[in-house]
């Protein structure tokens, strides 16, 4: 028998979107008081991302920068001449180190004269990829991706257009202040609890306002799609899946049910519970089609992409992202004992256990 209660909680945690429409390129929304939303372009298939301005006293602080190209700067400068007209940021804090996140760090400290916030190792991952173009790193990651089947042609695609994203990234500012999870951050009137978590990124930043019931979840948990979640050549045996399935369990035990998520890319929304399910039950479904298909007979990484991927036709953009994304479900599989793994004239082989 369910209670009036359990019937009014269970339909707080259905997904809810409240704002029916996202701001145009020369407009913010306001999703409460002091707590302003715009939306920039991106110039791939995941086409915007997400910032957010909170009151900050007498100025703002800026929740992530928007990517580095000629494009964003001329969108924030729109934006800086219209409805933002006048507005100081004291500063801006960077989730993690992504170029649509990272990618106008410098522009925005430079032209404001702000501080930059993000955790350490998310800023020492930005400083990586702007230096990664070296000779040594190129052959590790040529290495990684022959290990795991892909051909000399797929591999030369991969490390040419495939990861040239990333360095779309102005210069870094040269010092920053460093966010850990547990530290209290006041941004105005408000106090927000500061939760990273691992798997997407190494340390993404989260933010949380108690008070408000306002959750800045970054792209740990995003409203419509799921966030890539990937092995690189760097860290070549990384659980990255692993490290996001238990930040996604630590932020449900934690969190209320009835939180506003605003996340990196797609809408605000309420439901968080219920998207963490989603999300989750989603990994698990792409680690039973990779059981499946190595039960009878063992696969490499490449053969694996199409049995996960195989609604889109893939550019090279995106054929990295599913590499590594197969390699981080590859990778959680043999952590759990779900498969097992054979080097067979220096390429790996996968079966299920």
Not at 155 to 171: A, C, E, F, N, P
Not at 256 to 270: M, S, T, W
């Amino acid at each position: 028998m369910h209670s009036k209660t359990d019937s009014v909680q269970s339909s707080a945690e259905a997904l809810r979107y409240p704002f029916e429409d996202h701001p145009g390129p020369d407009q913010v929304v306001e999703v409460m008081p002091g707590v302003l939303w715009a939306r920039l372009k991106l110039p791939f298939r995941l086409n915007h991302v997400n910032i957010y301005l909170l009151a900050d006293g007498d100025g703002w602080t800026m929740i992530d920068s928007g990517f580095g190209n000629e494009e964003s700067i001329a969108a924030w400068t729109t934006l800086f001449e219209g409805p933002l007209k006048g507005m100081t940021i004291k500063r801006l804090i960077v989730t993690h180190s992504h170029p649509d996140h990272v990618g106008l760090a410098g522009w925005i400290v430079e032209r404001f004269g702000c501080a930059l916030y993000m955790s350490q190792v998310e800023y020492l991952q930005s400083v990586f990829h702007q230096n990664r173009g070296t000779a040594e790193r190129l052959t590790a990651q040529r290495l990684f991706f022959r290990r795991h089947g892909m051909d000399e042609d797929l591999t030369d695609k991969l490390l040419g257009r495939g990861q040239d994203y990333l360095k779309r990234v102005s210069v870094l500012p040269a010092s920053y202040c460093r966010l850990t999870h547990g530290d209290e951050v006041v941004i105005g009137t408000r106090r927000f609890k500061v939760i990273t978590g691992g798997g997407h990124a190494l340390d993404q930043v989260m933010l949380y306002c108690a008070a408000d019931k306002l959750f800045l979840s970054a792209d740990q948990v995003l409203s419509k799609i799921s966030p890539n979640v990937s092995v690189w050549a760097v860290e070549p045996e990384q659980n990255s899946l692993g490290e996001y399935l238990a930040s996604l369990a630590s932020l449900t035990t934690t969190l209320p049910y009835d939180a506003l998520v605003l996340p990196g890319h797609g809408v605000p929304f309420y439901g968080l519970k219920t998207r963490i399910k989603q999300l989750a039950d989603h990994h698990e479904e792409r680690c039973r089609l990779i059981a499946e298909a190595c039960r009878e007979i063992e696969k490499t990484s490449k053969e694996l992409v199409p049995v996960v991927f195989h609604k889109h036709a893939l550019d090279a953009h995106q054929m990295g992202f599913a590499a590594g994304e197969l390699i981080a479900h590859v990778n959680y599989m043999l952590v759990e004992g779900r498969l097992t793994s054979e080097a067979i004239d220096g390429v790996l082989r996968f079966r299920t256990t």
